[in-house]
């Protein structure tokens, strides 16, 4: 379907371009949010007809985001949860969470500016992007943590998911059966046992 685009839409064009897309793309998401009308002949008129008042609108909304966006400096927000030892959430951060994380900060924000492509599965450190206008966008910092001791190693730059990873390999170290097949120098533990039969040799040779 082709349409005539109202607002700048991500990967699209920008006002007044006509563009092809997908059917389902713009009946369930162009059309419905007035972001483009079909590109008939009537339409067409239409948009010329009001064209200064849609770029005054759109230069105004874009005006209103940009003071917003210098709300957004530095912000970062601290969403505490549960996981597992290797840091995997049960559940996951989805937009509903940092809606509300933002708005308790004191940010207005609706679900459908925050961009996340994937919801949030694991602790961490993650820059989310929040699309206060078409052509205006910030990004916050999201820590997940287990608890705030946690989030505050993490605002740090200290790597959580690592250190668990390696205190996990510490351990398992201990619990491990003795693998018959593992490389010689794979640990300390199993050279030690592949050389002492070489050793008794040459002391008897």
């Known amino acids: 379907m082709d349409v005539i685009l109202l607002e700048r839409v991500e990967k699209l064009g920008a006002i007044g371009d006509v563009v092809k897309v997908k059917d389902g793309f713009a009946r369930n998401f162009l059309l419905p949010n007035k972001k483009a009308l079909r590109a008939n002949e009537a339409?067409?008129?239409?948009?010329?007809?009001n064209r200064a008042k849609i770029e005054a609108d759109n230069a105004s909304r874009r005006s209103d985001a940009e003071k917003d966006a210098k709300s957004y400096?530095?912000?970062?927000?601290t969403l505490i949860r549960q996981a597992s030892n290797t840091g995997q959430l049960y559940g996951s951060v989805a937009v509903r969470d940092l809606v509300e994380a933002l708005e308790a900060d004191g940010h207005k924000v609706a679900k459908s500016q925050i961009v996340l492509d994937k919801p949030i599965k694991a602790i961490g450190v993650y820059d989310v992007r929040v699309q206060l206008h078409p052509e205006v966008s910030v990004t916050v910092k999201v820590n997940v943590a287990r608890s705030p001791e946690e989030a505050e190693m993490q605002s740090q730059g200290v790597d959580v998911?690592?250190?668990m990873f390696e205190e996990g390999r510490d351990v398992a170290g201990f619990t491990e059966d003795f693998d018959p097949n593992a490389e010689p120098g794979a640990t300390a533990e199993v050279r030690v046992v592949a050389d002492a039969p070489e050793a008794g040799e040459a002391a008897g040779g």
């Open 43 to 49: 339409n067409r008129k239409v948009f010329e007809t």
């Open 73 to 77: 400096s530095d912000v970062s927000v």
């Open 161 to 163: 998911m690592a250190q």
